[in-house]
T-cell receptor
Framework: DAKTTQPPSMDCAEGRAANLPCNHS???????VYWYRQIHSQGPQYIIH???NNETNEMASLIITEDRKSSTLILPHATLRDTAVYYC??????????FGKGTRLHILP | DSGVTQTPKHLITATGQRVTLRCSPR?????VYWYQQSLDQGLQFLIQ???????AKGNILERFSAQQFPDLHSELNLSSLELGDSALYFC??????????????FGPGTRLTVL
């Protein structure tokens, strides 16, 4: 199983870039890295995903290392509404989806 | 709004009982996933259906079962309920199967409380 590890919590000042790391050292070559976030007890929300190249959308940027063993989600200008639990997942070949406990991001005013 | 609907929003029942949670995927999505989230825990993948067939299985208890109907809605059946089954249950859908990974769209969840 391609499991991921993330720090349990992080703080970021409002208006600054939030950089959330994820380690996925056992990821297979054809597995995508996905990021979701969960605000309070709402349903998780898709943020971004990538395979090898860096990706950017209206919400965030995803930086994947060349060896694909880790990645970083970047929220360029964090706001209080970005306070959430962020999950990094990598899908294994048996299609089981392992979310882990994620990183609880606190945005400080 | 993700387009995925779940009913009921809240459910309170007693130990030993049986309940059914319902999920309607986004229009056109063929895959449905079920997750359990206990208090302050991460999302635990339970099971996935694709176009009516079971596609992948996670840590789903034998007391739990699910199915996906021809109209693609899905139901999660929980029986012989225990206090520890109290949790948020989320459903997600995606357009196709996820052999490599595919974006999942999550519903708002059903909060189950077992007394």
């Amino acid at each position: 199983d391609a499991k991921t590890t993330q720090p349990p919590s992080m703080d970021c000042a409002e208006g600054r870039a939030a950089n959330l790391p994820c380690n996925h050292s056992t990821i297979s070559g054809n597995e995508y890295v996905y990021w979701y976030r969960q605000i309070h007890s709402q349903g998780p929300q898709y943020i971004i995903h990538g395979l090898k190249n860096n990706e950017t959308n209206e919400m965030a940027s995803l930086i994947i290392t060349e060896d694909r063993k880790s990645s970083t989600l970047i929220l360029p200008h964090a706001t209080l509404r970005d306070t959430a639990v962020y999950y990094c997942i990598a899908q294994n070949r048996d299609d089981k989806i392992i979310f882990g406990k994620g990183t609880r991001l606190h945005i400080l005013p | 709004d993700s387009g995925v609907t779940q009913t009921p929003k809240h459910l309170i029942t007693a130990t030993g009982q049986r309940v059914t949670l319902r999920c309607s995927p986004r229009s056109g999505d063929l895959s449905v996933y079920w997750y359990q989230q206990s208090l302050d825990q991460g999302l635990q993948f339970l099971i996935q259906y694709y176009n009516g067939e079971e596609r992948a299985k996670g840590n789903i208890l034998e007391r739990f079962s699910a199915q996906q109907f021809p109209d693609l809605h899905s139901e999660l059946n929980l029986s012989s309920l225990e206090l520890g089954d109290s949790a948020l249950y989320f459903c997600a859908s995606s357009p196709r199967t996820s052999s490599r990974g595919e974006t999942q769209y999550f519903g708002p969840g059903t909060r189950l409380t077992v007394l």
